[in-house]
């Protein structure tokens, strides 16, 4: 059965369905809103939705979704317990990267949810979700390169309290470079033992 959504989030869904304000509109199958507890105290960030997250409507439902899966379960997590969600809702085509226009068209509605969500920790997966929440969060002067910043925790302010950021590495990168595994799941057991209620 479909996930019933409160009022204000099925509202931004239905926005985010119909939006047509970047040129990714015109290449969509469907748009992704993200996925599991809109009460959730962690969010996970990625870049933006693949060929079967475009196809499937639904976030990390690929490659790069298994390794998620597989990280979630070292930082004793399970997908309906957090919200994952993506910097761009519609899928670039050929999964290039993200524009700056594009970026910009789109993250209106990603601060909507995080605004609804009100997270204890963001986990931003690959660069540009760092890059795109760092910024955000008043942190633009701590942005470095991925493999610099990843598993360090960044306490700022929301305007809802204390959140703490947390670059990673984006899951993806473990289909190509096999090393990276490690690297990301030292970082999912820190995320485990770090408060994350609200
Ligand atoms: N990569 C992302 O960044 N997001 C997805 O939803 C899938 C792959």
Known sequence: MAEVLPQEMQELSQS?????????????????????????GVMFIGEAP???????GIPFCGAAG??????????????DDVFIGNILKCRPPGNRNPQDGEIAACTPYLDAQI???KPVVICCLGNFAAGY????FG?????????KIHGSIFITDAAYGKIKIMPMFHPAVVTYDATKKS????DFAVLKNIPKEK
């Open 139 to 147: 942190l633009a002067g701590k942005i470095q390169g991925i493999t």
């Open 66 to 79: 298994k390794v998620l899966d597989e990280l979630l379960a070292v930082a004793a997590l399970k997908r």
């Open 115 to 117: 605004a609804f969500i």
């Open 50 to 56: 693949g060929a079967n997250e475009d196809k499937q």
């Open 16 to 40: 985010i369905s119909a939006c047509r304000k970047c040129g990714l509109a015109a290449t969509r199958a469907n748009a992704v809103f993200g996925v599991g507890s809109l009460d959730a």
């Open 133 to 136: 929440v760092m910024n955000k």
């Open 183 to 186: 690297l990301l799941a030292n």
